[in-house]
């Protein structure tokens, strides 16, 4: 379990986390998302002993993560940029790992080849999804039980986003990994994350299951006879769209407790859209006061 | 930390080998021709003896030298860019042993190589006609392979005091040549010669050492700026070891490719410098002073990237000045 507790952190005068809270329980993919700057990528370091915190704890399993070797090896992190370098190669950079980790050399290769790596070609000549592509297979093998992916998706093609999608779904239900990702691909996300996190100005502000989350919202889209504006309803949306007679809304009021709210303006037709993570999201980041013209 | 030391042996082995190679092939081309017995020549009025022989045990040095800074280089700039950093420090080990791993496997590609060069010059010596005494050739590895470690650990320190490689080579040059440059001609009316202090001029002892042997070397050169000279490097080196060592332990992470705004990088550096420039090597002349100061604001220009100094660089730039003057005024008076 991953325990957080009144985390800070600052670079020189910047704050980037302040008074962060969170607890991730064992076996869960935890999407973590926020906009850009928002800290992902540092709660990401601390949460790997690569940054050491400003103030308060990170424990995971009960203990401190920093500087301790025991914890650390049951974390793998890849960050938004792989590592990589001239000499370095698939197949050789595994030997590093090896140092560190019950590494099986051949389950490695395996998941090379299933991402069709040339496996003695420099790294420096990969892409940056082929580099991401490498070490993930290195992930695989290694089976932590912390597993943190930065910027997840980013450079992968679609058919090797559902590969992984499928490897850490399959990780998590054999080894019981605990999965943080954090990724701007909010609809894979949604596709394999069980619970979420938003990162905003250095706090989680909202966190829990995605689908609970969801439900709690919902979106209409209703006909009327001539156009309406927002300032003629006398209700409050959690977001009102217009284009002409069309309006669509996000409230949380049920379809037939909100059919009741908008009788009176005789709306030609009410029709229940489906919300996803995305929607979720600039919801969540619109009321904070994100994306206002 | 046994498992990580053995994969960088295995994955060092070709670079060792080749730099092995490469400097025994420099070491043949520098001998192959060289002459070790003196000539005598007629001069003005006399004629007089040119003995050529401290030459191969110059280049060793030279060499020791140039492998110490391109494996200081090679070793540490792991932590000066940032997806090196995030995969080392996210491995399950402690810094201060990886750190350590680094620094062992650092002097084996140093020694190795300096080894193999330094049998091949023998053997080249041997094959000739020469005036060396070799037994000496034994006690003078030895001294050049502990002061190789000295510098080595030194320069690792300025290194690795340092956020970018470009910062950490100009440190790791300022260093070296401070206390060589910069002292030469700063004798005091005590006649100390400054520039035993430094690393690169102790080097210079080793060499004399074997050279003219002992029983010779200690009529010729006085023993006490040998002793003074490595009790002070050995000294440093220690200081050196464990500030390292503690800097490690409180070392940001996300340092990394930013500028270097350490104590023992530039801000250390430049006003040492600014100091000693004027406090001993400019003449009365208004100009000299002027293209010291420039210099000096340069150097934090260089260090800033950027023409703006902070409050703490005018303060550390202000303050090396007006010390030069006094110091130099001291000087003066003394």
């Known amino acids: 379990m991953i325990e957080i507790k009144?985390?800070?952190?600052?670079?020189?005068?910047?704050?980037?986390?302040?008074?962060?809270?969170?607890?991730?329980?064992?076996?869960?993919?935890?999407?973590?998302?926020?906009?850009?700057?928002?800290?992902?990528?540092?709660?990401?370091?601390?949460?790997s002993g690569i940054y050491n915190k400003d103030s308060g704890s990170i424990l995971i399993d009960g203990e401190e993560v920093f500087e301790n070797e025991i914890v650390k090896k049951k974390i793998f992190f890849l960050p938004d940029e792989p590592f990589y370098s001239s000499h370095v190669t698939p197949y050789n950079l595994c030997d590093l790992y090896q140092a560190f980790y019950d590494f099986d050399k051949e389950e490695y290769i395996g998941y090379l080849n299933d991402y069709k790596l040339p496996i003695k070609k420099p790294m420096s000549k990969f892409s940056k999804g082929m580099k991401r592509q490498v070490f993930i297979s290195l992930a695989l093998t290694i089976k932590p039980k912390y597993l943190l992916l930065d910027e997840a998706f980013d450079g992968l093609d679609p058919l090797a986003r559902l590969k992984f999608k499928k490897a850490i779904l399959k990780l998590v239900e054999k080894n019981k990994t605990?999965?943080?990702?954090?990724?701007?691909?909010?609809?894979?996300?949604?596709?394999?994350?069980?619970?979420?996190?938003?990162?905003?100005?250095?706090?989680?502000?909202?966190?829990?299951?995605?689908?609970?989350?969801?439900?709690?919202?919902?979106k209409y889209q209703m006909a009327f006879e001539k156009e309406i504006k927002e300032e003629d309803f006398e209700i409050a949306f959690i977001k009102y769209e217009q284009i002409g007679r069309i309006v669509k809304v996000v409230v949380k009021e049920e379809l037939n407790e909100f059919s009741e709210l908008v009788k009176k303006y005789n709306p030609l037709i009410i029709d229940e859209i489906s919300i996803d993570f995305e929607d979720l999201f600039i919801l969540e980041v619109e009321n904070r006061g994100y994306l206002n013209d | 930390m046994i498992k990580l030391l053995k994969h960088y042996i295995n994955k060092r082995t070709i670079t060792t080998i080749i730099t092995s190679?490469?400097?025994?092939?420099?070491?043949?081309?520098?001998?192959?021709?060289?002459?070790?017995?003196?000539?005598?020549?007629?001069g003005d009025n006399m004629p007089y003896l040119d003995t050529p022989i401290n030459l191969p045990f110059g280049n060793i040095i030279a060499y020791a030298i140039i492998l110490t800074i391109i494996f200081t280089v090679f070793e540490f700039s792991f932590r000066m860019k940032k997806v090196t950093v995030d995969q080392m420090y996210s491995l399950p080990i402690k810094r201060s042993k990886l750190y350590l791993t680094k620094y062992i496997i650092g002097i084996f590609e140093i020694i190795i190589p300096l080894t193999l060069s330094y049998i091949v010059m023998v053997l080249m010596i041997v094959t000739k006609e020469h005036m060396f005494n070799l037994v000496y050739a034994i006690p003078h590895y030895f001294g050049v392979i502990f002061f190789t470690i000295i510098l080595y650990t030194t320069l690792v320190f300025i290194f690795t005091r340092c956020?970018?490689?470009?910062?950490?080579?100009?440190?790791?040059?300022?260093?070296?040549?401070?206390?060589?440059?910069?002292m030469?001609?700063?004798?005091?009316?005590?006649?100390?010669?400054?520039?035993?202090?430094?690393?690169?001029?102790?080097?210079?002892?080793?060499?004399?050492?074997?050279?003219?042997?002992?029983?010779?070397?200690?009529?010729?050169?006085?023993?006490?700026?040998?002793?003074?000279?490595?009790?002070?490097?050995?000294?440093?080196?220690?200081?050196?070891?464990?500030?390292?060592?503690?800097?490690?332990?409180k070392e940001k992470a996300e340092a990394s490719e930013t500028k270097s705004n350490g104590v023992f990088a530039y801000n250390l550096m430049i006003p040492l410098y600014t100091t000693f420039l004027i406090a001993k090597l400019i003449d009365n002349s208004i100009p000299t002073a002027i293209i010291i100061i420039i210099a000096s604001y340069i150097g934090y220009v260089i260090k800033n990237r950027s023409f703006k100094l902070t409050k703490k660089d005018l303060i550390l730039f202000g303050g090396s000045i007006f010390l030069g003057f006094i110091l130099r005024l001291i000087l003066n008076i003394i």
């Open chain 1, 178 to 218: 605990t999965v943080i990702i954090s990724s701007h691909s909010l609809r894979e996300l949604e596709d394999i994350s069980d619970c979420y996190g938003l990162l905003d100005k250095g706090m989680i502000t909202s966190t829990g299951n995605i689908d609970n989350r969801i439900e709690s919202y919902h």
């Open chain 2, 163 to 182: 956020n970018n490689t470009v910062d950490g080579l100009i440190n790791i040059l300022l260093y070296t040549f401070f206390t060589t440059i910069i």
């Open chain 2, 21 to 42: 190679i490469i400097l025994m092939i420099m070491v043949y081309i520098n001998e192959v021709d060289a002459e070790y017995i003196g000539k005598m020549y007629q």
């Open chain 1, 6 to 47: 009144n985390l800070s952190k600052s670079f020189d005068n910047y704050q980037v986390l302040k008074d962060l809270n969170i607890s991730i329980e064992e076996g869960r993919i935890f999407g973590l998302v926020g906009i850009n700057g928002a800290g992902k990528s540092t709660l990401l370091r601390l949460i």
């Open chain 2, 184 to 249: 030469v001609g700063l004798e005091l009316k005590n006649g100390i010669n400054y520039t035993i202090l430094s690393p690169i001029i102790l080097f210079n002892n080793v060499m004399e050492f074997k050279t003219y042997g002992f029983t010779e070397f200690i009529n010729q050169k006085d023993i006490t700026e040998l002793i003074i000279s490595s009790i002070y490097n050995i000294v440093l080196c220690i200081i050196m070891v464990i500030l390292f060592f503690v800097f490690i332990k």
